[in-house]
């Protein structure tokens, strides 16, 4: 993936703009996830435009039990609200049914019995042609990339280019176990609900390319995107699982939204009360201050 900074200047124009925050319910609230909420929660608000929340629990096997409601109790102590009643991934699987077969359809995905181990030789990337040819028990589902470069514009992180062939090759949007993926279901729903302009973390820069590449397959519009640097430790570090981990503490939420104001590069009133701190960020929001913490996050995608 190369990604090139974009000239200092006027950015494009945005359109009527439709943000969201899409939360795994792994477990509470932490610093990196309030990072994405709070981040897309004022580029949203300073443009005057919606803010939706979507509980991403495709995943069933992560999900925890409650997770969804305590994040959404979490938020609104933290003054952060969905602007539209709350999307939950698990009842929407008719929605990515409708996608997968219209993807079957057009013969953009085909079955595979690959394994893990027999992706091995190949550094994982899967080929355009399946390793394994015997075809045992239920298949997987991959969608063919082609040697096209994907590119798309950050208004963090510049111009993004990646081949989706060589760096990641056909990808899975149904797994053996009948499991619709999250890159599948992503797509169907951000464009479900007409999301303009994706903010969230730097972890997902490197799915984009895949999201788009299904945009255009299944002929969905490609929104704007803006991803934020990941959470570091004071010397630079990515957060350790453990740190990212810890909770915020949603009854005391100034202190942990000032810090993340501070994290995102914006100014910060003293204040004590929540309302007041949203209200100045709002007016102060500058997504131009926003760092890239490049340098961390190229050394991220080498761990
Ligand atoms: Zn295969």
Known sequence: MTMVPLPAGNPPPLPDLRGRFAPSPTGNLHFGSLVAALGSWLRARSQNSRWIVRIEDIDMARAVSGADHAILETLAAFGLESDEPVLWQSQRLDRYQSAFDALK??????????????????NGIHPSSCVKRNAEGRPAWRVRTSSDSIEFIDRVYGRVAQRLDREVGDFVVRRADGAFTYQLAVVVDDADQGITEIVRGADLLDSTPRQIHLQRLLDLPTPCYLHLP??????????????????VDASDPVPAL?????????KVVSTA????????????????SIPDHRHAHAAMQKD
């Open 105 to 122: 359809a057009s013969g953009a995905i085909y079955p595979c019995h690959c394994k893990r181990s027999d992706l091995a030789a190949f």
């Open 230 to 247: 990941l959470a570091l430790d004071s010397s630079g570090r990515k957060l350790s699982k453990q740190d990212r981990a810890r909770p």
């Open 258 to 266: 000032q810090a993340v104001l501070v994290f995102l590069g914006q």
């Open 273 to 288: 009360q929540v309302n007041d701190l949203l209200w100045h960020a709002v007016r102060q929001f500058d997504a131009g």
